[in-house]
């Protein structure tokens, strides 16, 4: 059964080179020691997030590899790493992996590594929706960080600080795991999940190469950013170049609406999420004055199919999403348009 909360003012959630050849080694066990936030939200006109340090939380989990994940995104199988000894945001140039199945070398770009079906096709370029397009665009890329994503406050959206607070509260059963951040746009979660040191490993992806190149502008801008803990990878959400169950947890923020089958997207979530692994994305909800528009599921779906950007009508239909794909556990928080759920992988 899903559950649903909505912020009001007394909402406050409980936590909120040498050449080489390496082949992905199995996991081990590390210890981190993190510190926890408890997270207000009010609900106005703009919302906002008020955060206090609490007690620090001793982590101490079964960590994977931070080099055993990647896969070849044809045949899903693990991938041999050639060129460095280990994957960081400075090891992708230079850097290429291959797949001994297929038979084909992906190569390390040098902002990311390239991970689509397609990488290394001279003749032949996929033709993506409207919506993805959009977001490959170097003006898109740039602004993104810019002005419009500032402007997704008049939709009840906190802010991606204030957001990266309430998701604590969902993260909070595979803290010290790994992380994807899926369609990660600019890298704006990419980047304070790798400064929190709450994650061993922090995968940034995306399918447009102008944001991958913008969140590796910003890593070199700033001072001491651990980029031992962050890698870049081009890929199709719908085709994730992971080996099956090896993700301790992914986060979508403000993605799935631009996703071109959300469907086909949370099933590779679910795929590569291990066993009581979290899914958790953000999105916003077109319910309350909008239900009174005539039409408006076969507008929405018109709309889909012309641009390849969706909208969601009510609550139900991502539950209804995330338990077809073989997630359960639903669950979401709302602020007027805004929605942030989540979803786990059954143990």
Not at 54 to 65: F, G, H, L, M, Y
Not at 189 to 217: H, I, P
Not at 262 to 291: K, M, N
Not at 298 to 304: E, K, L, Y
């Amino acid at each position: 059964m899903a559950s649903s909360i909505t912020l009001s003012s007394s909402f406050l959630p409980s936590q909120l080179s040498n050449s080489s050849r390496v082949q992905f080694k199995p996991h081990s066990t590390s210890t981190f020691k993190l510190t926890s936030f408890a997270t207000k939200i009010r609900a106005s006109s703009t919302a906002f997030a008020e955060t206090k340090p609490t007690e620090p939380v001793i982590v101490e989990k079964d960590v994977r590899s931070s080099k055993n994940i990647l896969a070849c995104p044809i045949c899903y199988e693990p991938v041999t790493l050639i060129g460095a000894t280990v994957l960081s945001v400075d090891s992708a140039r230079g850097s290429s992996l291959h797949c001994s199945t297929c038979k084909k070398t992906y190569s390390g770009k040098e902002t990311h590594l390239e991970l689509t079906v397609a990488s290394g096709s001279k003749e032949y370029g996929d033709a993506m929706p409207l919506a993805t397009e959009f977001f490959r665009t170097p003006f898109m890329s740039f602004l993104y960080e810019r002005g419009w994503r500032q402007n997704f406050v008049w939709g009840g959206f906190p802010g991606p600080e204030k957001e990266f607070e309430l998701m604590k509260d969902y993260l909070k059963p595979v803290l010290g795991g790994n992380i994807l951040d899926a369609s990660c746009g600019s890298g704006l979660f990419s980047r304070l999940f790798a400064k929190s040191g709450l994650f061993s490993l922090v995968t940034a992806l995306d399918y447009s190469e102008n944001m991958l190149q913008q969140c590796y502008e910003f890593i070199k801008q700033e001072e001491n950013f651990p980029k031992e803990n962050l890698i870049l990878v081009r890929a199709d959400i719908a085709r994730l170049p992971f080996i099956s169950g090896s993700l301790d947890a992914i986060h979508a923020g403000a993605a799935i609406h631009c996703w071109p089958s959300p469907s086909a997207a949370v099933a590779e979530v679910s795929r590569v999420l291990r066993p009581g692994g979290v899914f958790v994305a953000t999105t916003y909800i077109l319910d309350g004055h909008f239900s009174f528009i005539p039409f408006l599921k076969p507008i929405s779906q018109t709309f889909a199919q012309v641009s390849g950007s969706n909208f969601f009508l009510s609550e139900r239909e991502l539950e209804d999403v995330c338990r077809a794909c073989g997630l359960v556990d639903f669950t979401c928080t709302r602020n007027r348009r805004f929605v942030m759920f989540s979803a786990t992988k059954p143990s």
